[in-house]
């Protein structure tokens, strides 16, 4: 029988981590740059989702980074998964974020990567799934070249300068962002919510990438960010990052596989918002 990998990696160990997935990000991010502004291969389409052949293009680079250096971890994306199911680590991976944004040629788009450490005992086959604990996240904006990082017990950090939420406390003075997913189903549930805050505050935003989104919140360019019916790919490196600059990242299992709402705030401003919307949606 396989001995099991060494449990938590070391500080040194995670640091060495970052570093790979920074370069993993970085050169996805190249091929992002490079082909903005040219015609894209569409592999599959529906009324409010784009899937581009940039995108599978874009994991296999970060793959291809990540299993050279951590053979032993697997990795969850978007566009597919490999190694082991249940392996000690596993990296959650969005090759591009904001993918619409990208096809149509709108510079507003990512690269998200984060490193989860399996921290319940739960074994393969066992009953319930296991739990994982972020350790690290990486979120890069290529058109900006704007890097944002977190490491866990260090804080976030934008282009290695520190980062911190915004404290903001009055509504009427917030932005929030708002996400309307990919399904009928989400943007009617989504649209009452609109309503319900676009007179309390200052503005909202919606720009279509959910890991700009909560890096935006996580440097104090917004306050709050809402979704319901986001993936894990979306989310696990931006929420970390924010949790990481001092914010919280509330986020909720939605029925479907790797599928949640969120209220991501600059750690003040949950329990108003809660008050004023209702994050649910049955498509995922
Ligand atoms: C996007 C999310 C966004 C959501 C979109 C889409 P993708 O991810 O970042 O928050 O509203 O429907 O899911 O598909 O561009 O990686």
Not at 55 to 67: A, G, N, S
Not at 115 to 137: C, D
Not at 247 to 262: A, I, K, M, S, T
Request: net charge positive; aromatic share 8%.
């Amino acid at each position: 029988m396989k001995r099991p990998i060494t449990a938590i990696l070391k500080s040194e160990q995670l640091n060495q981590a970052l570093a790979v997935a920074v370069k993993a990000a970085q050169t996805a991010g190249q091929m992002m740059r490079r082909n903005l502004r040219v015609a894209k291969k569409v592999n599959a389409a529906s009324q409010h989702d784009i899937k581009l052949d940039l995108d599978v293009q874009c994991q296999q680079i970060i793959e291809k980074c990540l299993r050279k250096a951590f053979p032993q971890h697997s990795i969850l994306g978007e566009e597919g998964d490999c190694g082991e199911a249940h392996s000690l680590y596993r990296w959650v991976v969005d090759p591009i974020d904001g993918t619409v944004n990208f096809a149509y040629g709108i510079p507003h788009a990512c690269v998200s990567i984060a490193l989860q450490y399996r921290s319940s005992n739960v074994l393969p086959g066992l009953a319930g799934a296991p739990q994982y604990q972020t350790e690290l996240g990486v979120v890069y904006d290529p058109f900006c070249e704007e890097m944002w990082t977190a490491v866990r017990g260090q804080p976030a950090r934008l282009n290695d300068r520190l980062i911190q939420v915004s404290n903001r406390q009055q509504l009427k003075e917030t932005i929030i962002s708002l996400g309307f997913a990919k399904h009928q189903d989400s943007l009617e549930k989504m649209l009452p919510n609109f309503q319900a805050m676009v007179h309390r505050v200052r503005k909202i935003r919606i720009m279509g990438s959910a890991a700009l989104d909560l890096v935006y919140v996580a440097t104090g360019r917004m306050d709050a960010y809402l979704e319901a019916g986001v993936r894990l790919w979306d989310i696990a490196a931006g929420g970390f990052i924010l949790e990481c600059a001092g914010g919280e990242f509330w986020h909720q299992p939605l029925p479907g596989e790797h599928f949640y709402r969120v209220i991501a705030t600059n750690g003040t401003l949950r329990s108003r918002l809660e008050k004023l919307v209702v994050l649910t949606t049955t498509k995922n």
